[in-house]
């Protein structure tokens, strides 16, 4: 369960490859970024959608989770100076 409320703060790409950013309320410098992105087939025909979580700091990627809630809490942490 996340301590801090997040709201959605951006949105930009397409149906196939997009980018959603969400931050904490009042703390800008730590962003999450669920990117969703195709990801080819091993044998070249088609692709499948692949969607992860990235929480970016300064903009630089700091650490890459599966799940927003996890992305969020880690980023929470980072916050609170517990990592």
Same mark, same amino acid.
């Given at each position: *369960?996340?301590?801090?409320?997040?709201?959605?703060?951006?949105?930009?790409?397409?149906?196939?490859? *997009?980018?959603?950013?969400?931050? *904490? /309320?009042?703390?800008?410098?730590?962003?999450?970024?669920? &990117?969703?992105?195709?990801?080819?087939?091993?044998?070249?025909?088609?692709?499948?959608?692949?969607?992860?979580?990235?929480?970016?700091?300064?903009?630089?990627?700091?650490?890459?989770?599966? &799940?927003?809630?996890?992305?969020? /809490?880690?980023? /929470?942490?980072?916050?609170?100076?517990?990592?």
């Amino acid at each position: *369960m996340t301590k801090y409320n997040w709201k959605k703060v951006g949105k930009s790409g397409d149906e196939k490859q *997009m980018t959603v950013s969400y931050q *904490m /309320e009042g703390k800008p410098h730590i962003t999450v970024e669920s &990117r969703r992105r195709q990801i080819p087939h091993a044998n070249g025909i088609g692709s499948w959608t692949f969607t992860s979580y990235f929480v970016v700091m300064g903009g630089y990627d700091i650490a890459e989770k599966n &799940r927003l809630i996890d992305a969020e /809490e880690y980023a /929470e942490k980072l916050e609170d100076g517990e990592l």
